[in-house]
């Protein structure tokens, strides 16, 4: 007979709250500098939209393509991707549907901003594989939660939005390595312009496709400057990539940590603190330089 090694998840938690609603609007700014951001309960409270001056940010298609947070970890053995993947938005198989694998626990959302909890479900199901590398849980839904606290206008520009991200942990489980992929944006194919921020003088510098990950920040943007949208973080050494998906007609954007123990990455919270701009290209970067400079990342803490 042989065995198959699997990552098990701690035990269950309770059944999530009946009757939350992933379905939520905030909204900053007035007229062509508003910022529009949607949740839906078909992806448990994770962002289906984000608007500046009606022109959309994100690519919404199945369960993976938001503007979400997950994770992945490795069981204690050699890494791949996705195959112990809590994912805020749901599960590979829950595809374009109208539901997600995730649980949403808990959402507010008032003025211009938007607070959630979600269980997040695994990306693969027991038995799939990604990239013939089967899944490593051995079950759908984890006890792995995000919490998020999303908040347009930080420094009074609509234009900057404050998210803070909390994974939690839990007890049970054995992993020396987890990668925490804070915050990831799916945009159009529009998008196609790849920058990178130079803090030394300011500016942003062209990227090529890639795939890659720096220390430096990303900003996607149409080709004309028009629309921007990018990704910085005050904390200690983020990885910011970004990733051409011809195929699929969609780029991506992310901010990333990761966490080494070889006697196992503890169980608990592990918080982070990102913000995305939005605007036009030049709007982006001097939000980065504000940013940089520690005007915005030094508002309170409320």
């Given at each position: 007979m042989?065995?198959?090694?699997?990552?098990?998840?701690?035990a269950?938690?309770?059944p999530?709250?009946?009757?939350?609603?992933?379905?939520a609007?905030?909204r900053?700014?007035e007229g062509?500098s508003e910022?529009?951001?949607t949740?839906?309960?078909?992806?448990?409270?994770?962002?289906?939209?984000?608007?500046?001056?009606g022109?959309?940010?994100?690519?919404s298609?199945d369960?993976?393509?938001?503007?979400?947070?997950?994770a992945?970890?490795?069981?204690g053995?050699?890494?791949?991707?996705?195959v112990?993947?809590?994912?805020?938005?749901g599960?590979?198989?829950?595809?374009t549907?109208?539901?997600?694998?995730?649980?949403?626990?808990?959402?507010h959302?008032?003025?211009?901003?938007?607070r959630?909890?979600?269980?997040?479900a695994?990306?693969?199901?027991?038995g799939?594989?990604?990239?013939g590398?089967p899944?490593?849980?051995?079950?759908?839904?984890?006890?792995?939660?995000v919490s998020?606290?999303?908040?347009?206008?930080?420094?009074?520009d609509?234009?900057?939005?404050?998210?803070?991200v909390?994974?939690?942990?839990?007890q049970?489980?054995?992993?020396?390595?987890?990668q925490?992929?804070?915050?990831?944006?799916y945009?159009?194919?529009?998008?196609?312009?790849?920058?990178?921020?130079d803090?030394t003088?300011?500016?942003?510098?062209?990227?090529?496709d890639?795939?890659?990950?720096q220390?430096?920040?990303?900003?996607?943007?149409?080709?004309?400057?028009?629309?921007?949208?990018?990704?910085?973080?005050?904390?200690p050494?983020p990885?910011?990539?970004?990733?051409?998906?011809?195929?699929?007609?969609?780029?991506?954007?992310n901010?990333?940590?990761?966490?080494?123990?070889?006697?196992?990455?503890?169980?608990?919270?592990?918080?982070?603190?990102?913000f995305?701009?939005?605007?036009?290209?030049?709007?982006?970067r001097?939000s980065?330089?504000?940013?940089?400079?520690?005007?915005?990342?030094?508002?309170?803490?409320?």
């Open positions: 042989t065995l198959m090694l699997v990552c098990f998840a701690a269950a938690l309770g999530g709250e009946d009757g939350v609603s992933g379905d609007v905030i900053g700014g062509g910022v529009v951001i949740t839906t309960d078909r992806l448990a409270g994770a962002i289906h939209s984000l608007t500046w001056g022109k959309e940010f994100i690519d298609f369960h993976g393509r938001q503007l979400q947070s997950a992945n970890f490795d069981c053995k050699p890494f791949v991707p996705e112990f993947n809590p994912t805020e938005a599960s590979r198989a829950d595809g549907g109208d539901s997600s694998s995730s649980r949403l626990l808990e959402l959302a008032e003025g211009a901003e938007l959630t909890t979600v269980r997040m695994f990306w693969l199901a027991p799939e594989e990604s990239l590398n899944a490593q849980n051995d079950r759908v839904l984890s006890d792995h939660l998020k606290r999303v908040r347009i206008g930080e420094g009074g609509p234009k900057v939005i404050r998210y803070d909390v994974f939690t942990v839990p049970g489980e054995h992993h020396t390595y987890a925490f992929e804070a915050v990831t944006g945009m159009p194919p529009e998008f196609g312009a790849f920058w990178r921020f803090a003088t300011g500016d942003l510098v062209p990227l090529d890639g795939p890659g990950e220390a430096d920040p990303v900003v996607l943007s149409t080709a004309d400057g028009s629309h921007a949208m990018g990704v910085y973080s005050p904390d050494s990885g910011y990539g970004r990733f051409r998906f011809e195929a699929e007609r969609v780029n991506k954007w901010c990333v940590f990761r966490e080494r123990d070889p006697r196992g990455v503890r169980p608990g919270e592990y918080a982070y603190r990102m995305v701009l939005v605007g036009t290209l030049d709007d982006v001097r980065l330089v504000r940013l940089h400079e520690g005007d915005a990342a030094g508002s309170d803490d409320s």
